[in-house]
C-alpha cells in the first residue's frame, strides 16, 4: 500500500512544474538576458534529470516486482506437478484395487457394515 503511494507521490513529483505544451515557455525562453536564460536552462535541465532518475527508480522497483510475482509462479507450478504426480499414483492403487474380484468383495463387504452400521445408528438414537 505504500508503495501505492510513493509512485503516486513520485508521479506527482515527476509532472510538477510541467503545462500542457511542455515545460514553461516563460522559463525556457526568457529574454532579459543571456545568463538569466542560461540560469532556467540549468534549472530546467536539472529538473529533467531528476526526472529520469525517478523514472529509472521507478522502472527498476516494477522489475523487482515482476521478478518476484515470477518466482512465485515458478513454485507454484512445481508444487501443482508434485500434487498431480501424488494425484497419479494414488488413482493408479485405487484402479489396481478394484481390479481384482477379491478386492470387491471386499469393498463390498465394508460398504455393507458401514450401511448397517448407520441403520443400527438411527434406529437407537
Given amino acids: 500500500m505504500n508503495a501505492r503511494r510513493d509512485g503516486r507521490n513520485n508521479r506527482v513529483a515527476l509532472f510538477d512544474g ?11 525562453y526568457s529574454t532579459s538576458s543571456h545568463e538569466i536564460g ?3 536552462n ?3 535541465l536539472d529538473g529533467l534529470q531528476d526526472r529520469v532518475n525517478l523514472l529509472k527508480r521507478l522502472s527498476g522497483d516494477i522489475n523487482e516486482e515482476v521478478d518476484s510475482h515470477n518466482r512465485m509462479l515458478d ?3 512445481n508444487d501443482m506437478d508434485s500434487s498431480r504426480g501424488i494425484l497419479s499414483g ?3 492403487k485405487f ?8 478386492s470387491r468383495r471386499m469393498f463390498s463387504l465394508v460398504a455393507s457394515f ?4 448407520l441403520i443400527i445408528y438411527y434406529l437407537t438414537r
Wanted: no cysteine; glycine share 6%.
Fill in 90 to 92: 494414488t488413482m493408479d
Fill in 114 to 117: 458401514v450401511v448397517v452400521f
Fill in 18 to 28: 510541467i503545462e500542457k505544451g511542455g515545460i514553461k515557455a516563460s522559463s525556457l
Fill in 75 to 77: 513454485r507454484m507450478a
Fill in 38 to 40: 542560461e540560469l532556467d
Fill in 95 to 102: 484402479k489396481m484395487v478394484f481390479e481384482t474380484k477379491s
Fill in 42 to 44: 540549468e534549472q530546467a
